[in-house]
């Protein structure tokens, strides 16, 4: 089964598939793409929502296999508008995955790991998963660690 894990932000969206046989787990695009940068000419939110959308439909396309979303959404806290843009970037992903008939589940980082925190995803998800080959940080690993974690829901 592919699991498509989602971490967005108001700059761009990473994005892990992950293979899982029951057993162990596979980071399938590790070498290829999984960074969304909004083009230059979609900077308006509802510009960069209807951009993420039709992305999410080329990687459903591309990954035929994938049968579960899992989101990690933002922790809560202080609200700031890029929070804002990621919430609705998030709905999104959950209509999306809705209308290509995947499940979904979101995850804050006590639903990862009790104690998980941004600091401490990357080498969480490196050693259930791994790591992609390029853009490697904590939001490509919070979509890695989502994936994982959704693999069982």
């Known amino acids: ?3 498509l894990g989602i971490r967005t932000a108001s700059t761009c969206v990473r994005y892990a598939i992950v293979e899982w046989d029951g057993q162990t787990a596979a980071l399938v695009n590790a070498a290829t793409e999984n960074k969304l940068d909004f083009p230059a000419d979609r900077q308006e939110i509802a510009q960069k929502l209807q951009w993420l959308h039709t992305e999410l439909e080329r990687i459903y396309r591309m990954y035929p296999d ?3 979303v899992a989101i990690k959404m933002n922790q809560f806290g202080t609200e700031k508008m890029a929070n804002r843009f990621s919430t609705n970037m998030d709905g999104v992903v959950m209509l999306s995955a809705m209308q290509s008939g995947k499940s979904v589940n979101i995850f804050l980082y006590a639903n990862i790991q ?3 925190s941004s ?3 990357q ?4 050693a259930n998963v791994g790591r992609t ?3 490697w940080n904590a939001q490509m690993a919070d979509a890695v660690a989502a994936a994982w974690t959704g693999r069982d829901n």
């Open 1 to 3: 089964m592919q699991i």
């Open 119 to 121: 600091q401490k995803v």
């Open 123 to 126: 080498a969480f998800a490196e």
């Open 66 to 68: 994938i049968s579960k």
């Open 133 to 135: 080959d390029k853009y």
């Open 114 to 116: 009790q104690g998980m």
